[in-house]
C-alpha cells in the first residue's frame, strides 16, 4: 500500500448520484430501483430494448444522439433514439421474417459498429437471445460458443465471415442464417442492408417476462469447457442502477466505454445501461493507440470514461505529458475494471487526466457492478471499493482447496481479513444459470452465498481488496481465459503429448498466456518447433492463445493424473515448490 485515500472530488455541475455511501445503502430498494424504469406499456412486462430506445424515443429524447460511432478512419455516424427505435423494430421484422422467435439465439461476432447496437437491440425487441462474441477469438473457441449456446443466426462482418467463419459452417447445422454486414454477401449468406431494407419499421415488442432470457455470455472455468452464463430481462434494472451510483452516469453524459463487445462490460456499460440512461454513448472502432484515444476523449467532449487496467497502464507508458496536448476538460469520471488496478494508476490518473481512476469490481455472472469506488466516497488506492446499495458481499473462510470451506453445508464469514469473495443472491442481474449445465451452476452456491472464485480481503471499514483468483484461470488484458481450453488445442498437435498452461505476470496485460509443452517420442525441442506451436494455437484459438512456450518432459502431475498448474506457476515465479499456498497474490 503506502498511498494516501484520495478524497472525494467536488463534482462541478450535478451533485453525484451516491453522495452520500450510508444514506444510499440504507434507502435504496431494488422495488425501487425497478419503479424507475417504464416497463412495457400496458404493465406487459420488463423488456431490455424498450428501456433502452422505446421509452427515450417516444418520450422526449427521440432527437438526442443515442450513439456516435467513430470508424477506423475517424468518420462519425451518429443515431439519435429515433434512429435507433426504427432501427432495431426493422431487426427485429428481419429476425420474425427469418422464423426466428422468442428464446432463439442470435449471436454477433462484430466490432463497434452501427449494426452491432442495431443487431443487440433488436433482437431483445424481438425476445430472442442475444450471444455476443468477442471478435479477436479464433475459428476454435468461435465454433465452440456457436454450439454450446444453439446459434440461430450470426450477424458479422465480411472480413471475420472470410476469415474465421467459412471453414467452420459446415460444423453447425443448427446456425440457420448468416447476415453479413459490408458491401457483398458471400454464398451461404444474407446482407444485413439488404434485409433490413425489405423490412417494416414499425414493431410491436411482445409481453416480456422479467425472468425471460435476454443475454448469454461466455465465460471461462479451470477445467471443461467454456460455460454460457444466462441473464434475464430483469437485469436492466442493475444495469440502469449501477451505472448511476458506479459510474455517476447523469442525463447529458457522453460516456465512453472502452471494453469489447464480446464480453460482458461491452454489452451491460457499452451498450445498455447508457442508453437506458439516455445519454449519448461513443463507440471507437478502432484498436488502442494512446493518441487515438485521447483524441477520441477530446474530440467527443466525453466526460464519463469507463475502461480497463491495461489500458491504463498502456497510456502511462506513454508518458503523462502526451494526455496535455489534448482538452480533456470535459471529462469528470473515470472508472475502471476487470484486473486489479495499481495503486500507482489510480494517482496518475489524477496527474495525467486531472482525476482519479475509480476501480470497480464485478464479473459474467453478477451481471452488473458489485463493489466500486464511488464519485461521493473517498478512494483508498489499489481498493476495490465498497458493495454496492442493494448488494451484501463477504469474504468467507477457505479450505485446503482455495475455495470456501463448507462444512455440513455452512460457511464462515470472515470479519475483516482475507478469503472468497461471495454475494448474498437477489440482485436483478444475477446470472440464472449456466445453459445447458445444472450441477456446475449448483456448485457456485453454498449456504445462501454465491461464491465468485476470487480471493479478497476486507478492512476495519469495509473497504474490499483484490488478492488473487482461488482458481487458475488466466486474466490477460482483461480477458478471462480458460487454461484447459489453451491446453487442449495444443495438445491437438502432433507434436504435443501433454500440456500445462498459466498466466505468468506481465506488468502491462497483468498476465500472458505461458504453454509448458511434454512432446511425444520422437519430437525434439527446437526453435522452430516452438514457433511453430506458438502459430498453430494462434490460428485456432486467436488472441487468447499461448504467447509464450517452454518445453518440458516432466509435467508435475497430481495424484489423480492431471497437470499441476500451481506448481507450473510456482517455478516460473520462482517460489518454493513445496508450498504452492504462496502462489496467491496479485498478479
Ligand atoms: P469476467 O467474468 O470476464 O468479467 O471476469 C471477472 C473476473 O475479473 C473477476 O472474477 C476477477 O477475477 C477479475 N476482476 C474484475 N474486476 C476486477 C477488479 N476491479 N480488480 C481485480 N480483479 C477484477
Redesign the pocket.
Known sequence: MGFEPIRKQGISGSPPNLADYEAARREFSWDRARAELSGLPGGRGLNIAYEAVDRHALGSAGNVVALRCVSHDDRVTELTYEDLRRRTNRFANALCALGIGPGDRVFTLLGRVPELYVTVLGTLKNRSVLAPLFSAFGPEPICERLRLGDARVLVTSEELNRRKIAAIRDRLPGLKHVLVVGRTAPEGTLSFQETLAACGDGFGIPDTDPEDMALLHF?SGTTGRPKAAVHVHEAVVAHHATARFALDLHPGDVFWCTADPG???GMSYGVIAPLVCGLTMVADAGEFDARRWYRVLARHRVTVWYTAPTAIRMLMRHGAEVAKDYDLSALRFVAS?????NPEAVVWGQEALGLPVH???????TGAIMISNFAGMDIRPGS?GRPLPGIEAAVLERGPSGRARVTRGRVQVVDRGEGELALRPGWPSMFRGYLHEEERYAKAFADGWYL???VARVDEDGYFW?VA?ADDVI?SAG??IGPFEVENTLMEHPAVAEAGVIGKPDPVAGEIVKAFVALKPGHEPSEELRRELIAFGRRRLGAVAAREIAFDQNLPHTRSGKVMRRLLKARELGLPEGDVSTLEGPS
Open positions: 465465460t464480453w460482458v462490460t475494471v476487470g484486473e486489479p488496478l476501480d470497480n469490481w464485478w464479473q459474467t455472472e476495490m465468485t472464485g476470487d483484490f483468483r486474466k480477458h478471462l
